[in-house]
C-alpha cells in the first residue's frame, strides 16, 4: 500500500510562489516516475509536472515550463514542487501521484498513475 500526502498549498496573489510537497510511505519509490497533476471543478485533471526517481530527469506541460520546478529528496522520499511567477490560470487542486512502474505509456498519461494523494488547493487572486 502507498500512502501520498501534500502539502504547502494556499492562496497567493498573482506573480508570487508557493511550495508544495508531497511526502510517500509504505513502499520503495527508488525506480518510479512521479508526478503533479491539477484539476479545477468541471475539466479533467491535467499534467503539470513528473520527475523520475531514480536519475532525476523531468517533464513539464508547456503552461508551467519556465514557471515550476519540480525536484525530490529520496531520503525523505518527498517530491516538491516550486511555483514561480504564479497566474491566476494556475489555480486548482494539486495532486502528487506515482507511476505504475510497469506503465509502458507517457509520464503525462493518467491512466498510468496507481496511486494519488488527497490533493491541495492552491488559489491565485489577481
Known amino acids: 500500500q502507498v500512502q501520498l500526502v501534500e502539502s504547502g498549498g494556499g492562496l497567493v496573489q498573482a506573480g508570487g510562489s508557493l511550495r508544495l510537497s508531497c511526502a510517500a510511505s509504505g513502499r520503495t519509490f527508488s525506480t518510479y516516475t512521479m508526478a503533479w497533476f491539477r484539476q479545477v471543478p468541471g475539466k479533467e485533471r491535467e499534467f503539470v509536472a513528473a520527475?523520475?526517481?531514480?536519475?532525476?530527469?523531468?517533464y513539464y506541460a508547456d503552461s508551467v515550463k519556465g514557471r515550476f520546478t519540480i525536484s525530490r529528496d529520496n531520503a525523505k522520499k518527498t517530491i516538491y514542487l516550486q511555483m514561480n511567477s504564479l497566474k491566476p490560470e494556475d489555480t486548482a487542486v494539486y495532486y502528487c501521484?506515482?507511476?505504475?512502474?510497469?506503465?509502458?505509456?507517457?509520464?503525462?498519461?493518467?491512466?498510468?498513475?496507481?496511486?494519488w494523494g488527497q490533493g491541495t488547493q492552491v488559489t491565485v487572486s489577481s
Open positions: 520527475i523520475r526517481w531514480s536519475g532525476g530527469r523531468t
Open positions: 501521484a506515482v507511476q505504475n512502474p510497469y506503465y509502458s505509456g507517457t509520464y503525462y498519461q493518467l491512466h498510468g498513475y496507481d496511486y
